[in-house]
């Protein structure tokens, strides 16, 4: 009215730091085809030299497993969600090596530690320690996510 423009909120984004040390692997090149062949959602994946998982940016835990500890789901102020799934198959070890320093619901913030797991007990049992870090797939408020080199290592554009 009265000539005025509407105003179109821009598109934000989330860096995304990784929530753990390691080697940086394309996604194309991880084990399970779930998560190479991009249906589980874009990402990457990191070969741990820490057996830590630490928050990528403030936010709430959307979902731990509560017996496996294997995976979180880590969900942002804008909507986004980003899971964190330590291990192959390890959902089989039944929580077995994995220590978790949050639940479901809770406040947390960049940086923080979520997770520990130990690795030797992972490999000897027989599971690759390669940790997918994905967007899911069919997230109403995600953009669009790209690669990015440096510190961050995801640029997750979502919507306002």
Do not use: W
């Amino acid at each position: 009215m009265f000539g005025r423009k509407k105003k179109t909120a821009a598109p934000s984004y989330l860096d995304l730091l990784p929530p753990l040390s390691g080697k940086i692997i394309p996604l194309e090149e991880v084990e399970d085809e779930a998560f190479s062949s991009k249906a589980m959602g874009e990402g990457f994946a990191i070969l741990p030299d820490l057996g830590k998982v630490t928050a990528p940016f403030d936010g709430i835990i959307a979902h731990i497993m509560e017996k496996s500890k294997h995976a979180i789901l880590i969900e942002h102020t804008s909507g986004t969600q980003v899971l964190i799934h330590v291990g192959m198959n390890t959902v089989a070890l039944k929580g077995e090596g994995f220590k978790a320093h949050v639940r479901s619901g809770e406040k947390v913030k960049k940086g923080q530690l979520l997770l520990e797991f130990d690795m030797d007990t992972i490999c000897r049992a027989g599971y690759s320690i390669i940790t997918p870090i994905v967007v899911p797939a069919g997230q109403e408020c995600v953009q669009s996510v790209e690669p990015l080199e440096g510190e961050a290592i995801l640029r997750i554009h979502y919507h306002n």
